[in-house]
C-alpha cells in the first residue's frame, strides 16, 4: 500500500544544539535504510518549513505506524497519513 506522509518537525527550542544534531544524523541514516530498500519510496522538503512530504510502500497501516514511530523524530512530529490508491486515469505501469 502506497501511503502520502506529512512530517512537520518542531523541535523544543531548549534542546541542546548537539543533541538536535545527533538526533537529526540518526534519523537521516534511518530514512536512508528505510529508502534503500524501497518501503520510503519517495522523500521530498518542504520548501522554507522543517516538514517533508513522503510517500511509503508498506504492507499495511500497521507497518507505516511501527516505520513512523521509530523514528528517532517522532516525538517531535506533526503527522498526516492519506491512504493512496491508483487513479485509473494514469499511464505510469509501477504506480501501486
Known amino acids: 500500500m502506497l501511503f502520502h ?3 512537520d518537525v518542531t ?5 541542546p544544539e548537539a543533541d538536535a544534531a545527533e538526533l537529526k544524523k540518526v534519523e537521516k541514516a534511518q530514512s536512508q535504510a528505510l ?4 518501503k520510503w519510496r519517495h522523500l521530498w522538503r518542504i520548501a522554507g518549513q522543517y516538514s517533508n512530504i513522503s510517500v511509503f510502500d508498506v504492507e ?11 523514528l528517532p523524530l517522532f516525538p ?6 492519506m ?7 494514469s499511464i505510469r505501469d509501477d504506480d501501486r
Open 76 to 81: 517531535y512530529m506533526k503527522i498526516e497519513v
Open 60 to 70: 499495511n497501516v500497521d507497518e507505516l505506524h511501527t516505520l513512523i514511530s521509530s
Open 35 to 38: 529508502q534503500a530498500q524501497g
Open 83 to 89: 491512504p493512496l490508491c491508483r487513479h485509473p486515469s
Open 11 to 15: 523541535l523544543p527550542p531548549s534542546m
Open 5 to 7: 506522509v506529512r512530517m
